[in-house]
Nanobody
Framework: QVQLVDSGGGLVQPGGSLRLSCAASGSIFSIDAMGWYRQAPGKQRELVAAITSGGITNYADSVKGRFTISRDNAKNTVYLQMNSLKPEDTAVYYC????????????????WGQGTLVTVSS
């Protein structure tokens, strides 16, 4: 069974920084894209950033120039460096892994992490 464990959330003042991490486990053979979504209270979950296995990235307009997604394929881990945080970035952040294949031949279309809360407030 494939699992994603995300971490790194917390309380930060406006203008501050946080780094989220998400590690995948479970006899993984390959992962196509990995990324981060977020869900604020009363709002739908939205894409924040994504990265392919080849390093191609995609960002929501609201975070371009402030957030950077990166990935360590050897560790099956994805990171989100968040700088210049704003109160509107407050949300639960979820990592995802798409098109996951395991050593024993199992395949998963999408796996989600459990979520980590980011609160931006003074």
């Amino acid at each position: 069974q494939v699992q994603l464990v995300d971490s790194g959330g917390g309380l930060v003042q406006p203008g501050g920084s946080l780094r989220l991490s998400c590690a995948a486990s479970g006899s993984i053979f390959s992962i196509d894209a990995m990324g981060w979504y977020r869900q604020a209270p009363g709002k739908q979950r939205e894409l924040v950033a994504a990265i392919t296995s080849g390093g191609i990235t995609n960002y929501a307009d609201s975070v371009k120039g402030r957030f950077t997604i990166s990935r360590d394929n050897a560790k099956n881990t994805v990171y989100l460096q968040m700088n210049s945080l704003k109160p509107e970035d407050t949300a639960v952040y979820y990592c995802n892994a798409d098109r996951v294949a395991t050593m024993n031949g199992d395949r998963y279309l999408r796996v989600w992490g459990q979520g980590t809360l980011v609160t931006v407030s003074s």
